[in-house]
């Protein structure tokens, strides 16, 4: 080959490491590991095959550019684990389980049985192998082909790659586990809750154990906060957990699931739980001055239990009430089956005592003050307003559509309380005038649940929780917070989502002008089985007719 030609296939090789260089840099290790593979022959003049072996997922693909025999791909794994065995890596390579491109049949009885040329080119990071990459050819070398110099770009370019891949996988993975952490305390958060209860108790099944599910308080917090400031308080959840973190075992898990309340899965009965529960409280109780005391509620998931994640959580929240209820400073087991819990029998003791019911109506009202006067409302006045004005035509509603006089009860209630989460709405987006991102409308999803949270610190509005928790689901199933569908979204929060809306579309808001009463009517009616239940809208209809709104 004379100077001219040796010249071209330089300048060929230098495109094609160009083009290797741009593919790399718009692309991940992975594809461009398979690009090398595929296109290696522009690099090396008449490959037979170029071998990939990831370390780290213990891969191996053959790149095939012509038959060998299978000698012949035994020879170069040898070579690579040579190679290997040099850099301090054993490495055991056999035939099987190795992927070969583009076709299996290209390893077989034909073709020549060993290289005339291989050159096996690690990858490092941190001076330790990630990748092997296997040049060969059963073809004299060429002169064109003598010059490897190359090859050091493409092993620091292929390194460069994984490291940038390897950064941005940790910083996923760091963003995905604070996601689920608690920022004060440290301990896994509400929404880390629900994903890893429904996984332990999907594998207790499998595995055939039970797992054991404990909720509790701090007794008198709110006492504490007001007598020794937020800072103080602060200082005693975070106390707690730790205390809590030194006492668990390594594979129990603990959540804060909001204010002071939180939640530990155990791998274990729940007797067992319940002993070394009652054990962690006393020693957070005699481990401080001032004495603080917990409460809490237990119950068991065995492996051979229909059990859901919410039905564990009632179980567990019925027990931590009993506790409350029963003096404090204990924790309880839930007494399921045919057996009623204490709790029930005195509930449905007292159910039919008018002098009871009326005593659990002024508690009520009571409740339904103290949440609705916190001084959080005061940053919007128009949610108070709003909920008052929805609670008085909620409550007309549900005697149209003949609701009990104890559920029109519960829903006046309900209705009064039904937006209260959105105190937690951070004011710049409560007052924004332009539309919400993505992000800023996921927080605004959120405020069900808040209310719910603040309500059942409040035993008493048990009964008022389906109601604002499901005001903002659609018939259709696209509402949120759970995607709920049809008759399975309470009737109670299906009235409330009527009067809601129109109240909403009547009333002048920082991001839209007030719409008229026939314009907010008519959107009503567009949303009838979709967003809105038609019997409900009928019954709204009706009643904006004997009002005379509505000609």
């Given at each position: 080959m004379n100077?001219?030609?040796?010249g071209k296939?330089?300048?060929?090789?230098?495109?094609?490491?160009?083009?290797?260089?741009?593919?790399?840099?718009?692309?991940?290790?992975?594809?461009?590991?398979?690009?090398?593979?595929?296109?290696?022959?522009?690099?090396?003049?008449?490959?037979?095959?170029?071998?990939s072996?990831?370390v780290?997922?213990?891969?191996?693909?053959?790149?095939?550019h012509?038959k060998?025999?299978k000698?012949y791909?035994?020879?170069?794994?040898?070579?690579?684990?040579?190679s290997?065995?040099?850099?301090?890596?054993a490495?055991?390579?056999?035939l099987?389980?190795?992927?070969?491109l583009?076709?299996q049949?290209?390893?077989g009885d034909?073709?020549?049985?060993?290289?005339d040329?291989n050159?096996?080119?690690p990858?490092?990071?941190k001076?330790?192998?990630?990748?092997?990459?296997?040049?060969?050819?059963?073809?004299p070398?060429?002169?064109?082909?003598?010059?490897?110099?190359?090859?050091r770009?493409?092993?620091?370019?292929?390194?460069s790659?994984?490291?940038?891949?390897?950064?941005?996988r940790?910083?996923?993975?760091?963003?995905?586990?604070?996601s689920l952490?608690?920022?004060?305390?440290g301990?896994?958060?509400r929404?880390?809750f629900?994903?890893?209860l429904?996984?332990?108790?999907?594998?207790?099944?499998?595995?055939?154990?039970?797992?054991?599910?404990?909720?509790?308080?701090?007794?008198?917090?709110k006492?504490?906060?007001?007598?020794?400031g937020?800072a103080?308080?602060?200082?005693?959840?975070?106390?707690?957990?730790s205390?809590?973190?030194?006492?668990?075992?390594?594979?129990?898990?603990?959540?804060?699931?909001?204010?002071?309340?939180?939640?530990?899965?155990?791998?274990?009965?729940?007797?067992?739980t319940h002993?070394?529960?009652?054990?962690?409280?006393?020693?957070?109780?005699?481990?401080?001055?001032?004495?603080?005391?917990?409460?809490?509620?237990?119950?068991?998931?065995?492996?051979?239990?229909?059990?859901?994640?919410?039905?564990?959580?009632?179980?567990?929240?019925k027990?931590?009430?009993?506790?409350?209820?029963?003096?404090?400073?204990?924790?309880?087991?839930?007494?399921?089956?045919?057996?009623?819990?204490?709790?029930d029998?005195?509930f449905?003791?007292?159910?039919?005592?008018?002098?009871?019911e009326?005593?659990?109506?002024?508690?009520?009202?009571?409740?339904?003050?103290?949440?609705?006067?916190?001084h959080?409302?005061?940053?919007?006045p128009?949610?108070?307003?709003?909920?008052?004005?929805?609670?008085?035509?909620?409550?007309q509603?549900?005697?149209?559509l003949?609701?009990?006089?104890?559920?029109?009860?519960s829903?006046?209630?309900?209705?009064?309380?039904?937006?209260i989460?959105?105190?937690?709405?951070?004011?710049?987006?409560?007052?924004?005038?332009?539309?919400?991102?993505?992000?800023?409308?996921?927080?605004?999803?959120?405020?069900?649940?808040?209310?719910a949270?603040?309500?059942?610190?409040f035993?008493?509005?048990?009964?008022?929780?389906?109601?604002?928790?499901y005001?903002h689901?659609w018939?259709?199933?696209h509402?949120?917070?759970?995607?709920?569908?049809?008759?399975?979204?309470?009737?109670?929060?299906?009235?409330?989502?009527?009067?809601?809306?129109?109240?909403?579309?009547?009333?002048?808001?920082?991001y839209?002008?007030?719409?008229?009463?026939?314009?907010?009517?008519s959107?009503?009616?567009?949303?009838?089985?979709?967003?809105?239940?038609?019997?409900?809208?009928?019954?709204f209809l009706?009643?904006?007719?004997?009002?005379?709104l509505?000609?």
């Open positions: 100077k001219t030609d040796l296939r330089q300048a060929t090789k230098l495109d094609s490491l160009s083009d290797f260089v741009e593919y790399a840099l718009r692309n991940g290790f992975e594809e461009t590991v398979r690009y090398l593979g595929n296109n290696s022959k522009h690099l090396l003049s008449n490959p037979s095959l170029v071998v072996l990831d780290i997922k213990n891969d191996c693909t053959v790149f095939a012509r060998v025999k000698g791909l035994t020879f170069i794994l040898d070579s690579i684990s040579e290997a065995l040099k850099l301090g890596k490495l055991n390579l056999t099987k389980n190795i992927r070969i583009p076709h049949n290209l390893v034909e073709g020549p049985d060993k290289p040329f050159f096996t080119l990858v490092l990071h001076e330790k192998p990630i990748l092997f990459i296997n040049f060969s050819k059963y073809d070398l060429s002169n064109e082909d003598s010059d490897f110099s190359h090859v770009l493409i092993s620091s370019l292929l390194s790659l994984w490291e940038r891949e390897e950064k941005e940790a910083e996923k993975e760091n963003i995905e586990r604070l952490i608690d920022p004060l305390t301990v896994f958060n929404r880390a629900y994903q890893l429904s996984q332990d108790i999907s594998e207790g099944r499998r595995k055939n154990s039970p797992v054991s599910l404990a909720v509790f308080d701090i007794d008198e917090f006492r504490i906060n007001d007598s020794y937020h103080f308080g602060d200082m005693i959840l975070k106390q707690v957990t205390k809590f973190r030194d006492l668990l075992r390594e594979e129990d898990k603990m959540f804060r699931l909001g204010g002071d309340e939180f939640a530990v899965i155990i791998k274990a009965d729940k007797k067992e002993s070394a529960i009652q054990r962690i409280l006393k020693e957070v109780s005699d481990s401080r001055s001032p004495r603080i005391t917990l409460s809490g509620g237990i119950t068991g998931i065995e492996p051979d239990e229909n059990i859901s994640v919410d039905e564990a959580v009632r179980q567990a929240d027990a931590l009430y009993l506790s409350k209820e029963s003096g404090k400073n204990q924790v309880l087991l839930y007494e399921g089956g045919d057996r009623k819990s204490e709790y029998d005195l449905y003791r007292i159910a039919d005592s008018k002098v009871i009326d005593i659990k109506i002024k508690l009520k009202e009571f409740a339904t003050e103290q949440i609705t006067s916190s959080l409302i005061t940053k919007d128009y949610i108070y307003k709003r909920s008052m004005a929805v609670s008085k035509q909620a409550v509603l549900g005697k149209i003949k609701l009990s006089d104890n559920r029109v009860k829903l006046r209630f309900g209705a009064i309380l039904y937006d989460g959105m105190i937690a709405v951070p004011e710049e987006i409560l007052h924004k005038s332009s539309k919400l991102t993505p992000d800023e409308f996921e927080i605004i999803k959120y405020h069900p649940i808040i209310v949270r603040l309500i059942q610190q035993p008493i509005l048990r009964d008022v929780l389906p109601a604002v928790l005001h689901e018939i259709n199933g509402g949120y917070p759970f995607g709920l569908v049809g008759d399975s979204i309470p009737l109670e929060a299906r009235i409330i989502a009527v009067v809601d809306a129109f109240h909403a579309m009547h009333s002048d808001r920082p839209r002008p007030i719409l008229s009463l026939e314009d907010s009517i959107e009503i009616i567009k949303g009838s089985g979709t967003k809105y239940d038609p019997q409900v809208v009928e019954a009706s009643l904006m007719t004997e009002r005379k509505l000609a």
